[in-house]
């Protein structure tokens, strides 16, 4: 599966921001999908995650009731709306898919298979 992520940019405390993912090159409903970031000095860390089926949806406790995560399968786009953005927000968001739904709750990034290559996601006080 090949991940291309879009949507970030500069954006002031308070703000919303919709980003988008799009895979190609495998059947798309047969993988989980997650967003990750990572903000400069730190490690990758889990956003949120949202099953094949769309009927779940895990998220940090950071984000969670400010970013929303869904699936179209027809379009096969994972998207993150991103509200009430803080500066803490700001990181290089990466999307990935994994085919195991297992531990999907945890966050746990090496369960993921493909990876996409980021967008960087700035919020100014």
């Known amino acids: 599966v090949q991940l291309q992520a879009s949507g970030g940019g500069l954006v002031l405390a308070g703000d919303s921001l919709r980003l988008s993912c799009v895979a190609s090159g495998r059947t798309f409903s047969n993988y989980a999908l997650g967003w990750f970031r990572q903000a400069p000095g730190k490690e990758r860390e889990f956003v949120a995650a949202i099953k094949k089926s769309g009927n779940y949806k895990y998220y940090t406790d950071p984000v969670r009731g400010r970013f929303t995560i869904s699936r179209d399968n027809a379009r096969n786009t994972v998207y993150l709306q991103m509200n009430s953005l803080e500066p803490e927000d700001t990181a290089v968001y990466y999307c990935?898919?994994?085919?195991?739904?297992?531990?999907?709750?945890?966050?746990?990034?090496?369960?993921?298979?493909?990876w996409g290559q980021g967008t960087q996601v700035t919020v100014s006080s």
């Open positions: 990935a898919a994994t085919s195991s739904e297992a531990k999907l709750g945890f966050g746990l990034s090496y369960e993921y298979d493909y």
